[in-house]
């Protein structure tokens, strides 16, 4: 990706990945955990347990060496740049657009507070649409209220 720094152990997972034809669908029916949440483990955004870790390595056919480094706490985030991938700029761009309105709303359904990034799911799926198909992406956080003291 052009403008983002791509860890040694993520190019190593994804040409494994690659390598074995395996999408991250299948690694979700092969790990049952949700396939967003496996690529955020490959990128280096999340930390598995130890047996997560193994079981993704064995699908990839990769050696249990790098089962520390997949089970440590990831540093977050992209950095702080604007990110350059057209896909991962659209996300920059539709926050900077919709961001503020976002905001506004939540904080009118919910009160003054923030959607957890933590107790937190991503779901990406495609709807077929004869204009052209869409990305449906729905974020589910837990609603955490600021606290008054």
């Given at each position: 990706?052009?403008?983002?720094?791509?860890?040694?152990?993520?190019?190593?997972?994804?040409?494994?990945?690659?390598?074995?034809?395996?999408?991250?669908?299948?690694?979700?029916?092969?790990?049952?955990?949700?396939?967003?949440?496996?690529?955020?483990?490959?990128?280096?955004?999340?930390?598995?347990?130890?047996?997560?870790?193994?079981?993704?390595?064995?699908?990839?056919?990769?050696?249990?060496?790098?089962?520390?480094?997949?089970?440590?706490p990831?540093?977050?985030?992209?950095g702080?740049?604007v990110?350059?991938d057209?896909?991962?700029y659209r996300f920059y761009?539709?926050?900077?657009?919709?961001?503020?309105?976002?905001?506004e709303?939540i904080?009118?359904?919910?009160?003054?507070?923030?959607?957890?990034?933590?107790?937190?799911?991503?779901?990406?799926?495609?709807?077929?649409d004869?204009?052209?198909?869409?990305v449906?992406v729905?974020?589910?956080g837990?609603?955490?209220?600021?606290?008054?003291?």
């Amino acid at each position: 990706m052009a403008g983002t720094e791509i860890s040694a152990i993520t190019t190593k997972l994804l040409e494994a990945k690659k390598a074995k034809g395996i999408t991250f669908a299948d690694l979700e029916q092969l790990l049952g955990r949700d396939e967003v949440w496996i690529a955020a483990v490959i990128y280096r955004q999340a930390s598995a347990s130890v047996d997560e870790a193994e079981k993704l390595l064995h699908c990839l056919g990769l050696s249990d060496d790098l089962v520390p480094e997949l089970t440590a706490p990831s540093v977050k985030g992209l950095g702080p740049v604007v990110p350059t991938d057209p896909l991962i700029y659209r996300f920059y761009e539709i926050m900077q657009v919709y961001g503020m309105p976002m905001k506004e709303v939540i904080h009118e359904k919910f009160g003054d507070g923030i959607m957890s990034a933590i107790d937190f799911t991503l779901d990406i799926e495609k709807e077929a649409d004869p204009k052209g198909d869409r990305v449906k992406v729905t974020m589910n956080g837990k609603f955490l209220p600021y606290k008054k003291w």
